[in-house]
């Protein structure tokens, strides 16, 4: 099982698929989100501060190992994109009545980044990023 995982985290084979499941899983992110009181109920288990943080935060890392390039631009992608994500959503938030954009939500996503990345980029371990 660690092997499987080294491979489907570490290996630059799968770093497409990584990025493209980030897309999807923001896809999915703002479908749901867009199902009239979807966010109501989720609300009963979790806060919006945690739901933002948790899948942006997850958002980052897919975003972070499916880039190329060394740590440091690894991080500055992953940032901008996730970034641009959580602002896409809340542009989504004004147009639907049932819903409300706020600028702390977008803020909670980018401050979720920026610590996930700055982690990735100390942690990451340097053989990875290395060109093969």
């Known amino acids: 099982m660690p092997a499987l ?14 990025y493209g499941a980030a897309l999807l899983i923001y896809a999915l992110i703002l479908v749901l989100g867009s199902i009239p009181g979807a966010r109501a109920e989720i609300g009963h288990y979790a806060t919006g501060l945690m739901l933002h943080s948790l ?10 190992t499916g880039s190329s390039g060394n740590a ?12 641009l994500m959580g ?3 809340e ?8 819903r409300g954009a706020s ?3 977008w803020l909670v996503d980018l401050t979720a980044s920026i610590v996930v ?3 990735l980029w100390a942690a990451w ?3 990875v990023l290395a060109p093969q």
């Not at 290996?11 to 990584?18: G, Q, T, V």
């Not at 899948?55 to 972070?64: D, E, H, K, P, R």
């Not at 440091?72 to 996730?82: G, H, M, P, W």
């Open 103 to 105: 600028v702390s939500d």
């Open 87 to 89: 602002a896409c959503d």
């Open 117 to 119: 990345s700055a982690v």
């Open 55 to 64: 899948a942006y935060a997850m958002l980052t890392v897919l975003v972070y």
């Open 72 to 83: 440091s631009q690894r991080a500055f992608k992953s940032v901008l994109t996730v970034s």
């Open 125 to 127: 371990p340097k053989a």
């Open 5 to 18: 995982f080294y491979v489907l985290v570490f290996d630059s084979k799968f770093s497409k698929l990584r």
């Open 91 to 98: 542009l989504l938030q004004t147009l639907l009545t049932y």
